[in-house]
């Protein structure tokens, strides 16, 4: 699994709301987005890390 494939999910969906700083769905996709965007490399080490647990198998069958 690659950071930047999630990455673009997390974007896409904070883009399908309204920009709203009021709002805690909008709030919380934009900060993880942005946190996400900042440490990418520590998130694809995650990612690696959950994918030698299987974590993402489903996913990619």
């Not at 934009?30 to 299987?54: M, P």
């Amino acid at each position: 699994m690659k950071a930047e494939k999630m990455l673009a999910e997390l974007n896409r969906m904070r883009q399908d709301l309204d920009r709203d700083p009021s709002d805690i769905e909008w709030l919380t996709l934009h900060h993880v987005f942005c946190f996400v965007s900042y440490k990418l490399g520590d998130f694809q080490k995650y990612l690696d890390e959950q994918a030698e647990q299987g974590a993402f198998d489903e996913f990619e069958a």
